[in-house]
């Protein structure tokens, strides 16, 4: 069944005691993927850390992945973390580790631990972005692409309802960012809700879908339009 796993209704966001967005109504079904797009400073960022919990939803009603976020408690938001992927622009590793560590220490810190089992998700989530040889490798011997790729297995070790995309091709060129959408497009099609945040309209030539527009503190959907 389709249902949404993302809503808003009459929500506020709020950056610093500043009004980013207003009246935001919203509804995101769990197989869509989502662009936000919009200029530096319009929102998009506040808007994704309100759906990870970063930032408290003040007025209004939100729901993630079976979470209210206007009543979200501080002890709630590392459970609603693991219903969450979240990708960023400039990849987030561990440089001191290799690419299993790096998996391993998110796995660690969201509570496996089965060896084995975590043994076996590693190289599940590494073959699922091409990086099945490359585990031993540390990230800086791993090109951009490679280290976005995995970015993506950390953000899929949980097996999220949502994967949430801060920038992901930010930092990469053309063809690696083909290659990244693509990677991002299986995902989706396997049942993965995904919003991705992005200023590279070039996307959208590859793949067109539904867009949220952050602009002028309104929330504009490509859906309504």
């Not at 990230?139 to 976005?148: I, N, V």
């Not at 299986?186 to 945040?197: S, T």
């Amino acid at each position: 069944m389709n249902e949404s796993v993302i809503s808003f209704v009459n929500a506020q966001i709020f950056q610093n005691n500043n009004l980013v967005l207003k009246n935001i109504n919203l509804s995101i079904l769990q197989s869509e993927l989502v662009y936000l797009i919009g200029k530096t400073g319009s929102g998009k960022s506040s808007l994704l850390k309100t759906l990870y919990g970063e930032l408290p939803l003040q007025e209004g009603q939100g729901f993630i992945a079976g979470f209210s976020l206007q009543n979200l408690k501080s002890r709630e938001i590392p459970f609603l973390r693991r219903k969450l992927g979240i990708v960023f622009q400039d990849f987030q590793l561990l440089y001191d580790r290799t690419a299993f560590q790096n998996l391993e220490f998110v796995m660690k810190a969201t509570g496996w631990d089965n060896k084995k089992k975590i043994e076996e998700k590693i190289a599940e989530v590494l073959e699922k972005v091409g990086l099945q040889t490359k585990s031993h490798k540390m990230p800086h011997q791993l090109s951009g692409g490679e280290q976005q790729r995995l970015g993506i297995a950390r953000a899929l070790v949980n097996n999220p309802t949502i994967l949430l995309a801060d920038e992901p091709t930010g930092n990469l060129d053309p063809e690696t960012t083909s290659e990244i959408l693509q990677l991002m497009l299986k995902i989706n099609e396997g049942g993965c809700c995904m919003i991705i945040a992005t200023h590279d309209y070039t996307l959208f030539e590859m793949h067109n879908s539904r867009t949220l527009k952050c602009d002028q503190g309104e929330l504009i959907d490509s859906a309504l339009l």
